[in-house]
């Protein structure tokens, strides 16, 4: 997490006294806010990668997930790290697993879209150590220490393994029970604070933005990653923004797990919604169905190391060789090559393809990244360049989308306190195609090419689902609190004066409905407009006969 010219993303220092922990909090409530376990895996001779400690210690992981979790947290053997390597990892939670409790869907609804957790996969922050030793029977020691989260915060867990981990490796499982002690006494993650994260008698400070872009919780390095492939890193935003198939190969889980995260951030502040293994191996439980060659490949990016892989998937319409960083730019450097010509893991870096991109290549951004390559330019610099170039090209693309999505919202003076609320109006795709020839992104962004292509390609992706489906609710709330408002200033109980007692009895529901949305959305609901509506409420019960009153209050 080096830093030089950069704001660094996590300030350390003396740890303050945290004080007891809230009576309403039980033990691990504050600690499941932010991971769900701790684990170390060990090699056993008999057995190979095994679970040798889960805490705290009434955390179950199904039999599924322990296996996943444990070949996962090994490198492939022919990746040949030695010492300390860093890596992260996704899988899908076993079937019939529940949502994660109320404190984890309360925080996870004020997190900015794409950085919420997700309740049907884990993510994984392993440290892996091996050295030689002459006392075991191989020959090595060979351990990992992992942090399993709902959360996808790549830059504090791996900020934090690497702080526990060589605790855990020098004073032994004490230290990791003392780490989770502390962590249960962490406060929530809060969207637009930065929060104090006491660990070992230092504290980690990372800032949790409220719908900012580069959230420190989970920014990656995206130059280091792509450093090898920087003439095509724009076809990577088209690739990965249309959910097409990726494949990221590497000799490292270090390189494949950085790539894959660097890959999926190219889009953000949208929410990448398909699935994506920062490391996969061929023990891992989608391992058929992701490689099958009877279907086409499935919407997935996929980090691997195994050489195995470089003939598995040499069907998939999409592959990156990711090299070492360089110094000055290679013979061939520009050149797309061909998929079906990546033969073996040891094919020259690269990206093997035959995908026509849909909008012409920004040369501009490539001679400022390769001048800052001959002139050593900080990689934080490198950084923060690319980052702002994707963050202004991806607010270009979202920027049309959102500026129809507010067309489809009715008006507000169609809102009545005496009807039910209005509903926004379908996305019409080919109505929104026709608005980009004359307002779309080309508008804001100096990149031209085919929009609409992209765009069309855009729509048949679980990225535009996913956003779609985020923004649907988003309004449909907002119109809900218009008309909840509009019940508030209105005299109802001078409308219910003509009215039959079928109709006042129908408006008694609405409003309880009201205060009920009002209770499950206190972040978007004033609360003296709830306050309206109980006294609404309470004003046309009373209006009615005592008969009435009865079985209203009942």
Known sequence: MAGTKEE?????????DDGPQSPTMLPWDR???????ACVVTFDLELGQAMELIYPSHVKLTDAEKANICYLSFPDSNSGCMGDTQFNFRIRQSPGRKPGNKSFISINKELPVSIQGDNAHYCGFVYFRQTKDKSIRRGYF????????????????SELISILAPEYFDNGEPSLEAACHDIDQWPAPCSGETVNLPIFGTVLQPMIPAHVILPSLCEVDIFSGFQSILPHIQMMWELVLTGEPLVAMAASPSVTSSTVQALISLISPLKYCSDYRPYFTIHDSEFKEYTTKTQAPPSVILGVTNPFFAKTLQHWPHIIR??????????G??????ASSLKTLDSKPGVYTRYKPFLNKDKAILKRLIKGIQTKRPVEAQNAILRRYFLEITQSFIIPLERYMASLMPLQRNISPHKSPPVLRPFDIEEFLKTVEHSGPQLTSGIKGDWQGLYQRFFRSSNFEGWYKFR????????????????????????IQDKQEVEIVDLILRIREKLTFATNNN???????????????????????????????S
């Open 31 to 37: 600690f499941s806010n932010w991971l769900y376990c």
């Open 8 to 16: 660094p993303l996590f300030h350390r220092e003396k740890s303050p």
């Open 333 to 338: 450097f520009n050149k797309l090559k061909k």
């Open 142 to 157: 060979q351990k990992s220490v992992v942090l399993i989260s709902r959360f996808p915060f790549v830059a504090l867990f």
């Open 322 to 331: 990711i090299g070492e960083m360089m110094t000055q730019t290679p013979k």
């Open 523 to 553: 972040l978007v609901v004033n609360m003296e407009n709830v306050n309206k509506l109980q006294k609404h409420l309470q004003g046309i019960i009373s209006s009615l006969p005592e008969d009435l009153q009865s079985v209203l209050k």
């Open 472 to 495: 649907q609710h988003e309004v449909n709330q907002k119109l809900q609190v218009l008309h909840l408002e509009a019940i508030c200033e209105a005299n109802l109980l001078d409308w």
